[in-house]
């Protein structure tokens, strides 16, 4: 879809302009990597037994490495590249982690390091339809993301979502070293944070969002233990499934709430998987309107 500008009522299309260097891409994403991806840069062009790796990165909130490539050429295979890139980290670890260390004058260690949700980005003004395609399946830890430029210095970042992701990577390759870093690498999805017989969770969660859904565009992923809520970048809530409700993480101080019913929990000072300060506890529908009031309430302090 093109983009237009709006000129008296009037529409004027924008037109694209090439991107000439992939290195001025890879610039402008290193320097922006925190509105963009929300990552943290951690290198520039790290080497390693013969790799090259263009963006080295590390997600705090996931708490595992992500390497990001810039692509020009549409000749390579994301899978093949993705999972080499993958089994140059998970079979060197303590380089990465030395990196990590250096860079950013901390001190993490391997345990504190989740290499299950280990992530490889590409990054491209476009894929080939063999390449989109090849995305599509429910546990591959590779996302592909265009970038086009347009006139007045306006730049779109999309990512490439998988058409069907119901086969698992495991199943259809022949490849050893991809099935023993698929067993290691975890992608979470939100059907699969809840558990089989988790129906009236699982329902509760689908009558909650389709009524957020009325609020705003909800930009949904999952993680290893919870899934996001975001409204445009702005993080609304997070969502633990449980196995007769939902504990939602609310992302500002409970002072800061109007909460007439006392519902709400301060878990500021307690150990979770979650990054909100406020916890509410959402059991059935009769608790849905209630919810949405503080909803309304994170997303009107975002604006």
Known sequence: MPLFSINNSSLSPISRKKIKLEKDIQVLVEKNLETIF?????AHEFQLNNFRIDTLAYDKESKAFVIIEYKRDQSFSVIDQGYAYLGLMLNNKAEFILEYNEQNKENLVRTSVDWSQSQVIFVASSFTQHQQASINFKDLPIELWEVKQ???DLIDFSQIKPASTSESIQTVTKDASVKKIAKEVKTYTVDGLFKDDWNNSKQLYETLVERVQGLFEP???AVKHY?????NSDRVFEIVPQKQGLKLSLPMNIKQFKDPEKKLRDVSNMGRWTNGETEYQLNDDSDIDYTLFLIKQVVAKAE
Do not use: A, Q, R
């Open 227 to 231: 899934i996001k809520i975001y409204n």
């Open 219 to 221: 930009e949904i992923s």
């Open 38 to 42: 929300g990552l943290t840069f951690v």
């Open 150 to 152: 347009y006139e007045n």
